[in-house]
Structure formats: structure tokens, C-alpha cells
């Protein structure tokens, strides 16, 4: 009665948009978690991350809005026989600063030096003896899904990030190609290449520089924050309150209407109890997601998803994943389904289970914590597509989904990756 | 808050035995080589030594230089021949030593 009154109340409140606060720290193991509701989780409006690249690809679809242009039906009929520079082609389909280079996917014959190719599509070092027309050769560049519906290569014409006559310069170069390619060393060869193993211990804090949040983490929590309370006000005992928690994360959250993750959940709770400001993707709210997941280590993860609401988070969360976005026009299921168990240039592709438990994670390229979140927006920068805020509602949907993916696998984080 | 060294390096030993320690230090490292986003260079800023010690005595010790890149981490080996306690001090350019101690029992 008394819970109900209070949740009333508070939406009420909210809907106003005045700032909430729910006290009582006392009942609320029994009850909910107090959560803050009246503002977002991170910064608005969202900034891309300095160092990333920039580039506005509003024309294209992201997760939150389908504006990409449809794929064309028919192949397109070229008037005149192409014209093509096979030298200038050879340089294109070898750079990566234009589509990212034909040879991340393929591997070209000579091409780049046979440097590190991936084998996510064919290998086209004979393609110029497998009699295919030059107008079947610029469709497939220009837009492969006249051909294929299902295709994952991007519509480097259709999607502007070649031109004609760059089109026709690549398909001159691949019709000089009748050699199998010539690899220096068998790592180059994607087919040799032995699969990525990890074998650096990811809790050790002399080979992680992950776990050096810990330390931080444990300062934070008992540090007093505005209110004049700390985390350990409430949770005296951190190792025996978390002990599975972060295991059971993300979950359908009813009072926000969406899924919430580890670290909105700190972020939100945390402006409410303590009034500590740590918005996602800022180095406290990263240092103590590590260690709310940490304090699980070991806990299979188990989402919940008994309400239909969270079925449907899940179901949504799916969809997500098979959605086309961005210039370069990939779906995660692309990479970490179609073309699992694949090299996209020398950088492995996993399939989909796996690639939550060890989140958040130190990077080692990077000497940065990535939380999952980050980790989706650099995926959509990556291919191209404009990133959403850390929490956005489609992120809480693709992580449930993701982490439903990955039920069963024990939790170890930090982990630390490239 | 200045960031902890890390150690490793077995509790216990039997007497005579050698040992492996590993030590790092979180650190940046700066070699003064760097150029901020201007055009002016980083000023040089790293730990220029660093020492060990066994019951105050000198164990294993390093002169570090800028071409060692951020958290130098060092492994060596030592002889154990009683109980007693490990110190290692890292000195950082500007001034700053920074010390922890780790304890081994000998049998």
C-alpha cells in the first residue's frame, strides 16, 4: 500500500519534471532501489568521444531511425564498356582510408602486399579468370544486393563512398587478377592464421591495469558524497551485497520504461541516495561498474526474463541486432553471426555469446575502460553509423538481448582485450 | 590520488630458494619527446630508479630511462636465505619516492 502510494507519487512528480528523490533507505532492500528519473544518464546533448572519428552519417540508419536509401532492384545498365584505371583500382581497393579497404574482407591477389587480408567474402586473387562481365563486377561493387539479397558487403556505390569511375578503376584491377595471391608468411594467409587465444590472466592486476579500479572503486564507496551518506551507508558489507547482483543486470526497469544496465543503474541510484554525480561514460561511473561486476566474478549470468515486458526488451533487442545501419551498412548479426569465426583484416570476429562477460574491459590499444555501451557505440562509429547516447533506450534493448545471448557464462571482469 | 605499485612475489619460501618478484609501477612515463596538441613538447617526466631491498639490504637495483615505456613493470629473481622484508622504491623525476614493502616467510 504504502510502496504504491510512494511510486504514485513520485510519477506524478516526475511527470512534472521536478528533480526526485526517494528516501528511505531502511526498506528499500525489501521494496525497489531508489532510482532518479527526472534527467538523463549521461550528458545531452550526446558528444562523441574526442579522438573518435568525425563524420555526420545522418543520411544513414542508426538504431533509433531508418533513413538509409532502399536498395536498388535491378543492377544497372552501363551504356558504354567501363573505362577503367586497374592502376588507380589497385590503390583503392588497398586503402583504408576510403572503404575501409576491399582487402579487410577479401583477400586480392597482390594487392596491399597480401598484408594481413580477412576472409569474411571470397577470395578474389582469380576473380579475372572467372569470366565475369565488367557490368556483374561494378553491381557487385556498386550495390550487391541486385544479386544478393542477404549480402553483408556494403553498397559502396549506392551508399556514395565510391564513384563511378572509382568503381570502374577496382573492376579493372580485378579483371588483371588470374593468380593464386602470394602470402609472405602464413599468418598473412586468413586461412592459416590460428584463431586468437587469450591467455593473459584478466584479474591479475600486474597484467591488467583493469583491476586498478578496483582500488578506486573501493575509495568511492565509502567515500561521503553530497548528501552526506556513501554507498557503504546503506551496503555495509559490498562483497556479501553483490555477490551475484551485476549477474542478473541488465533488467527491464518499470519505472523508466526500459532496460537498465550496470551502469546507468549506478549512475541513476547514485544521484538519488548519495547524490554522487557519475554519469555514464565518466571515469567514476566506469571505475564502479568494474567493480559492481567484479564483486559477481564467477556468477553465471542469469537475466531475468519473466516479465513480458523483458521478453519483449529481448525480442526488440534481436531485431536490433539484425538491423542494417550506417554508410557502411552492417547488422551486428553480419559480423557476429554470418561472419563469425572469421578475420575482418588481422582482428578476429566472435560470435555473439562471449562478448558480454567480460564486460567492462581494459583495452590495451587504447589503455581506457570500455563499458558494453561504449563498446556499441564504437561498433556503430566503426561501420559508419551515428552513435545513440550510452542510454539510449535501444542500447538497454540490445544489451538484454546480448546478455541473454551469453546466459550461463560466468562473469569476469575486468577483461582486457586489444 | 596517486596510483598503488603492484607486486608479486611469494609469501613463502624455503630457505635458499630463489624467488621471482614482479613489480610495476602505474606511471605515464612521459619522455619529453611528446608534443601536445600545439606543437609544445610534453616536459620529460618518468621514474628514474628504482630500488629493492631485503632486511635493508640492497637486492636488485635499476636506472630507468625514457625509452621505458608507461607502468614500467620488472621482474627479477632473489635468493632467500631467512625471513624479512622486501622494499621497493620507485624515484620519479620530480622528487617524489614512492615505497612499498612486502613481507616473505623463510623455512
Known sequence: ?418 | MAEKPRLKLPKEAKKGAVIEIKTLIPHAMQTGLVKDKDGKAIPRKIINKFTAEFNGKPVFSANIEPAVAANPYLQFTAKVEESGTFKFSWTDDDGTVTTAEEQITVS
Request: glycine residues 8%; hydrophobic residues 40%.
Open chain 1, 1 to 418: 500500500m504504502f510502496r504504491s502510494a510512494m511510486l504514485f507519487t513520485a510519477a506524478v512528480v516526475a511527470a512534472a519534471g521536478v528533480f526526485v528523490r526517494l528516501g528511505g533507505s531502511v526498506a528499500h532492500a525489501q521494496t525497489k532501489a531508489p532510482l532518479e528519473w527526472g534527467e538523463d544518464a549521461a550528458v545531452r546533448p550526446w558528444k562523441r568521444y574526442q579522438g573518435w572519428p568525425v563524420r555526420g552519417e545522418s543520411k544513414f540508419s542508426t538504431l533509433a531511425k531508418l533513413v538509409s536509401p532502399p536498395p536498388a532492384k535491378e543492377p544497372r545498365k552501363l551504356g558504354a564498356p567501363l573505362a577503367g584505371n586497374a592502376e588507380n583500382g589497385a590503390m583503392l581497393v588497398a586503402d583504408r582510408n576510403r572503404g575501409g579497404s576491399c582487402l579487410a574482407c577479401h583477400v586480392v591477389g597482390p594487392a596491399g602486399g597480401a598484408d594481413l587480408p580477412g576472409n569474411v567474402g571470397p577470395d578474389l586473387s582469380e576473380i579475372g579468370s572467372a569470366s565475369r562481365e565488367d557490368e556483374y563486377l561494378f553491381n557487385y561493387i556498386f550495390d550487391a544486393r541486385v544479386y544478393n539479397p542477404e549480402t553483408v558487403m556494403p553498397p559502396w556505390g549506392a551508399h556514395g563512398t565510391f564513384n563511378d569511375q572509382e568503381i570502374a578503376d577496382m573492376v579493372a584491377f580485378l579483371q588483371t587478377l588470374k593468380t593464386p595471391a602470394v602470402f609472405k608468411t602464413e599468418l598473412d594467409d586468413p586461412e592459416k592464421r590460428p584463431a586468437p587465444v587469450e591467455r593473459r590472466e584478466n584479474l591479475d592486476p600486474i597484467e591488467n591495469p583493469g583491476m586498478w579500479a578496483i582500488d578506486k572503486a573501493q575509495d568511492l564507496f565509502t567515500q561521503k558524497m553530497a548528501s552526506g551518506s556513501s554507498c557503504s551507508s546503506c551496503h555495509a558489507d559490498a562483497q556479501a551485497a553483490f555477490k551475484t547482483w551485476a549477474a542478473g543486470m541488465p533488467k527491464w526497469e518499470p519505472r523508466l520504461n526500459k532496460v537498465l544496465g550496470v551502469e546507468e543503474f549506478v549512475t541513476r541510484h547514485a544521484r538519488t541516495t548519495t547524490g554522487a554525480d557519475w554519469p555514464m561514460e565518466t571515469d567514476n561511473n566506469r571505475v564502479m561498474s568494474v567493480y559492481l561486476h567484479f564483486l559477481a566474478n564467477g556468477t553465471p549470468i542469469a537475466i531475468d526474463t519473466s516479465s513480458t515486458e523483458a521478453k519483449a526488451a529481448i525480442e526488440r533487442g534481436k531485431e536490433l541486432a539484425s538491423r542494417k545501419i550506417g554508410e557502411l551498412n552492417f547488422a551486428c548479426t553480419d559480423c557476429h553471426g554470418k561472419s563469425a569465426d572469421h578475420w575482418i583484416r588481422g582482428q578476429w570476429l566472435g560470435p555473439p555469446k562471449g562478448q558480454y562477460d567480460h564486460f567492462p574491459t581494459w583495452r590495451t590499444s587504447l589503455q581506457a575502460i570500455w563499458d558494453i555501451r561504449q563498446r556499441f557505440q564504437w561498433c556503430q562509429v566503426n561501420i559508419r553509423a551515428d552513435e545513440l547516447p550510452p542510454d539510449a533506450k535501444e542500447y538497454g534493448d540490445l544489451e538484454i538481448y546480448l546478455a541473454s545471448q551469453s546466459d550461463g557464462q560466468k562473469l569476469s571482469v575486468p577483461g582486457i582485450r586489444h
